[in-house]
């Protein structure tokens, strides 16, 4: 696992205990919370 991988998921693991929800940019609900973030890793730009 590369180093960027893992920040990541530290990162996202940070946020949900924080209250937050991490959705993937390809299966994203904007209704799904108020406090959503998008996970833009993996996503091609």
Do not use: F, Y
């Not at 924080?18 to 108020?34: H, V």
Request: charged share 25%; with cysteine; glycine share 4%.
């Amino acid at each position: 696992m590369k180093p960027e991988d893992l920040a990541r998921e530290v990162i996202d693991e940070n946020l949900k205990q924080s209250g937050w929800t991490i959705q993937d940019m390809r299966q994203l609900n904007l209704t799904a919370m108020p406090q959503t973030v998008n996970n833009l890793a993996g996503c091609k730009r």
